[in-house]
């Protein structure tokens, strides 16, 4: 053994490669490029044209298999650490663990696609059209017809199509058509604040429905948004061992399962839930593909939608409903314009809708909801917010009562791309506080929103819970939203409270599932790589009235840019 495979110089997984596996020195770098590949997103990586692709110069370490995940024959290949495999006429790399994820989710979702839903009493057109007229419009109408007729369905589309409007009524018909037999329908996002944010949503919706529809629907779909938590707690996951109590031999009990935000879902993630759903169950997923994908490795919702896009007359393209009719930005043409460039890598007309709304001191909003207020140089100063965001902020801090704290909260933030340095979260959220102290002087001090870090099952918290510290009753204490709309806050004393950071400004990747009135953009400097259009889109469609945007036109152009997809090798499974 060489110096170049000293243990002593290897990642531990390398190592054990060369010593268990007999992997040669010269394939080293190989493996280095998957693991970086791996760590950002991806699940296989491209090998040089001029590496040798057989079995051979891998020592025991690799084996080829064919395009269908096969060694050639029926049986399934034997685990080795890595796998070969021809795609789109080139060798990729893969770790025998993403190989193998990959290749069950591939199964279970196409084995699904291509199933009915268990019978209903009745079809799926008179159902729909149970709710009564003027209910739904057509895209939403085929979307909840696809999801009553078969036990998969994917329905996506951007902010404000009616993803869970649609959800509701679906939802609503499913426990009718039982004729109060009881359903049992599960809700899971992959963060706590998503799965905050759709149980609020279902629950409020529970309000809206057709008096056409019987009584007692309307509690039992608040029943159900109750129900509503992450994909871990669903499962069961143990982080102490790495896996789930709910699997194939031990699977969930549940009739319907609905998981929003799937583009925020890992592969590992999508592996197990698949793993652990029963074979009967319908599956209903919800998402939006422009947004950021997971922070762990994979892109299994965007692969799903250019599939089913690319063939729709396949079980799969079957199976999806795109909802593109958005209600939100009727009236907020700005941002759905801005949003719109994004997606569309159209980087000439985002600079151009920008610089047109350039924002100075003391100007008010424009009415169609989109603002720029220039580069921010790497430097946050209070000034040079938006009086409209200083004034929504002061509301936060001011608030005499947990209920208008909590209020207030949900009405504004600022969203940045990174989580240290200066324009970071970290250093917005000190900066803020330093300035609502300055305000202070002395008296009461400033109410402070928390976000909570990690899963805590003491208090029932989950990360991404949003809450506020402030003194009410004579203690200080921290308030968060409760599990039913019309209830108080839910107190927490200090000493109780898990890990959590202020959250004056929070990363745009912990915002996902979220919406707020007012929305502060900052965007990364343009070199970085955090500059991609997904980031962009997924801060700028948080606002629900007016987003400003803060950062420099070169990181506009960076991120629109050619958009080089994650690698993975789900597509070629499908």
């Known amino acids: 053994m060489n110096f170049w495979t000293s243990p002593d110089l290897l990642p531990p997984e390398i190592e054990l490669l060369v010593r268990r596996w007999a992997l040669p020195a010269e394939r080293v770098d190989d493996v280095k490029q998957l693991l970086a590949a791996q760590a950002e997103g991806g699940t296989a990586w491209v090998l040089p044209a001029s590496s040798t692709?057989?079995?051979?110069?891998?020592?025991?370490?690799c084996q080829v298999v064919g395009p269908g995940g096969s060694q050639g024959n029926d049986a399934p290949p034997a685990a080795t650490p890595l796998v070969l495999r021809h795609h789109a006429g080139l060798p990729h790399l893969q770790s025998w663990?993403?190989?193998?994820?990959?290749?069950?989710?591939?199964?279970?979702?196409?084995?699904?696609?291509?199933?009915?839903?268990?019978?209903?009493?009745?079809?799926?057109?008179?159902?729909?059209?149970?709710?009564?007229?003027?209910?739904?419009?057509?895209?939403?109408?085929?979307?909840?017809?696809?999801?009553?007729?078969?036990?998969?369905?994917?329905?996506?589309?951007?902010?404000?199509?009616?993803?869970?409007?649609?959800l509701a009524r679906l939802l609503a018909l499913l426990i009718a058509a039982r004729a109060g037999a009881r359903v049992d329908i599960r809700l899971a996002a992959p963060t706590g604040k998503a799965?905050?944010?759709?149980?609020?949503?279902?629950?409020?919706?529970?309000?809206?429905?057709p008096a056409?529809?019987?009584?007692?629907?309307r509690e039992a779909l608040r029943a159900t948004a109750r129900s509503a938590s992450t994909l871990h707690k669903l499962l069961g996951f143990n982080p102490g061992t790495g896996h789930c109590r709910y699997t194939s031999e031990t699977p969930l009990q549940c009739d319907v399962l609905i998981v929003d935000?799937?583009?925020?879902?890992?592969?590992?993630?999508?592996?197990?839930?698949?793993?652990?759903?029963?074979?009967?169950?319908?599956?209903?997923?919800?998402?939006?593909?422009?947004?950021?994908?997971?922070?762990a490795a994979g892109d299994v919702l965007g692969c799903l939608v250019r599939r089913a896009r690319a063939r729709p007359d396949s079980p799969l393209g079957r199976i999806w409903v795109e909802l593109t009719d958005s209600h939100r930005f009727r009236e907020r043409a700005g941002i759905g314009a801005l949003a719109a460039a994004v997606v569309n890598l159209r980087a000439d007309d985002a600079v151009a809708l920008l610089a047109a709304r350039r924002l100075a001191a003391g100007d008010a909003p424009p009415t169609d909801g989109l603002t720029w207020l220039g580069d921010h140089a790497g430097r946050f100063q209070w000034g040079r917010l938006p009086q409209s965001v200083q004034l929504a902020l002061l509301a936060v801090a001011d608030a005499p009562t947990p209920q208008e704290a909590l209020a207030a909260l949900g009405r504004v933030r600022l969203l940045t791309?990174?989580?240290?340095?200066?324009?970071?979260?970290?250093?917005?959220?000190?900066?803020?506080q330093r300035e609502l102290l300055r305000r202070a002087a002395g008296e009461r001090a400033p109410n402070e929103p928390i976000i909570i870090n990690h899963n805590d099952p003491e208090t029932g918290l989950t990360n991404g819970s949003v809450g506020v510290v402030m003194e009410s009753g004579g203690a200080r204490a921290a308030y968060f939203p409760a599990a039913a709309s019309d209830a108080a806050p839910r107190k927490v004393p200090l000493g109780q409270l898990p890990e959590h950071s202020p959250a004056w400004a929070m990363t745009i990747h912990r915002s996902q599932g979220s919406e707020f009135d007012q929305v502060v953009v900052i965007l990364?400097?343009?070199?970085?790589?955090?500059?991609?259009?997904?980031?962009?889109?997924?801060?700028?469609t948080r606002a629900r009235q007016c987003v400003h945007v803060w950062g420099g036109e070169a990181t506009v152009r960076a991120a629109l840019g050619e958009r080089a997809l994650r690698c993975t090798l789900l597509e070629a499974s499908l």
């Open 53 to 61: 692709t057989g079995p051979g110069g891998w020592g025991a370490a």
């Open 97 to 166: 663990r993403y190989f193998q994820a990959e290749q069950t989710i591939a199964q279970r979702l196409l084995a699904r696609s291509a199933l009915p839903a268990p019978a209903l009493p009745r079809d799926s057109a008179t159902l729909v059209a149970e709710l009564g007229p003027n209910q739904v419009n057509p895209q939403q109408a085929r979307a909840i017809a696809c999801a009553l007729d078969h036990t998969l369905a994917l329905i996506t589309g951007g902010p404000g199509t009616g993803k869970t409007y649609t």
């Open 195 to 209: 799965a905050e944010r759709m149980r609020e949503a279902v629950d409020a919706a529970a309000d809206q429905l």
């Open 212 to 217: 056409s529809l019987p009584t007692g629907v």
């Open 261 to 295: 935000e799937c583009s925020m879902v890992d592969t590992l993630q999508w592996q197990a839930l698949l793993a652990a759903l029963p074979p009967t169950a319908r599956l209903i997923l919800l998402g939006d593909p422009h947004q950021l994908e997971s922070v």
């Open 417 to 432: 791309a990174h989580r240290e340095n200066l324009m970071g979260a970290a250093g917005i959220n000190d900066a803020i």
């Open 524 to 540: 990364p400097a343009h070199e970085s790589p955090l500059a991609t259009r997904e980031l962009i889109y997924t801060a700028v």
